[in-house]
């Protein structure tokens, strides 16, 4: 299939667990950051290690500022930084003089739409590079979405989706440029649903997950579980980006409004795993209800 060296710039929640899922699978990966990420995390990862042991030596770590010249190398880059539309272009830039002319560049954001990632880039760039949105935890979630549009290389789509499918073991779903994809348009009602829901009645995130967890068939987390573990952080980015991106009237509207809560649990540092606790260490702390 051609993919013999894949780069995963942003060693973050998916970076760290996108470049252990591809070693996991045999492909030495190039990992950057803006510092050198440690493989620690990917092993002593939270609630189980990301990856094999003997698989880290698959993986090379460096800085964006001082490596990026190594992904010449590379087949596949996928870029997994920060959800800022400004710092991924300004990347995608610096990547468009880099990257061999057969090599792919994939975005893993989760709300930005291709049509505005690709905005004023060279057009060869721009029929080389697509969103692969792998879901958190990588390792383990099956699904792939795969954006693309009518300016993307088919052959190149092609590639990554089978490589995706037959060697890291995802169900691939192609998308069309849509708000939210597909996933994150139905996740959006279902996130903000379960909120408003738990707030009205006073339930604590234990009671409302008991709900909307194992009956929904999200067995491990639930909705608020599964929240922390993504990351609070996220929902404003995927809500606001819904916002502009629907149109006036759309029933999805209500929905894409970013929730007191949220905007407070991210002003005092609770995003959830990676920031000083989430939904369930407001509930520890102070065993309070959602509110
Ligand atoms: P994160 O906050 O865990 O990691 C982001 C990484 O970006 C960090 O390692 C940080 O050092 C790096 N970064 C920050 N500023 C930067 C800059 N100016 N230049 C280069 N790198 C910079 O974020 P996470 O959650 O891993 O998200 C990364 C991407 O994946 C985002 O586009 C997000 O929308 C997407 N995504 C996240 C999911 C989740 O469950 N957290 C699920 C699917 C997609």
Not at 35 to 63: C, E, F, Q, S, Y
Not at 145 to 171: N, W
Request: net charge neutral; with cysteine; glycine share 8%.
């Amino acid at each position: 299939m051609n993919i013999q060296k894949v780069a995963v710039i942003g060693a973050g929640v998916m970076g760290a667990g996108i470049a252990a899922h591809i070693a996991n699978a045999g492909i030495p990966v190039l990992l950057l950051d803006l510092t050198t990420p440690t493989l620690d995390k990917l092993l002593k990862a939270d609630p189980a290690p990301l990856m094999h042991p003997k698989n880290v030596r698959l993986i090379t770590t460096g800085t964006i500022a001082d490596d990026l010249p190594a992904l010449a190398q590379c087949d596949w880059i996928i870029e997994a930084i920060v959800e800022r539309l400004a710092i991924k272009q300004e990347l995608y830039r610096k990547l468009a003089t880099i990257r061999r002319a057969d090599a792919v560049v994939s975005s893993n954001t989760s709300s930005i739409p291709l049509h505005e990632l690709v905005a004023g880039l060279p057009e060869d760039f721009a029929a080389h590079f697509m969103i692969t949105h792998f879901f958190n935890p990588p390792r383990y979630m099956r699904l792939l979405e795969i954006v693309s549009s009518a300016q993307t290389d088919p052959d190149a789509v092609a590639k990554i989706s089978q490589f995706c499918d037959h060697k890291l073991g995802k169900g691939v779903v192609a998308c069309k440029d849509t708000p939210g994809f597909i996933a994150n348009r139905i996740g959006i009602f279902w996130i903000q649903t379960a909120i408003q829901e738990a707030i009205a009645l006073g339930l604590t995130v234990e009671e409302a997950d008991a709900v909307v967890g194992k009956p929904m068939g999200i067995p491990k987390t639930g909705v608020f579980g599964l929240s922390d573990l993504v990351g609070i952080d996220l929902m404003p980015h995927l809500m606001r980006s819904m916002n502009r991106s629907l149109p006036a009237g759309d029933a999805l509207l209500e929905k894409a409004t970013i929730p007191p809560l949220i905007q407070t649990m991210i002003d005092t540092g609770y995003t959830g795993r990676k920031g000083k606790g989430g939904f369930y260490r407001l509930n520890r702390d102070g065993g309070a209800k959602i509110k």
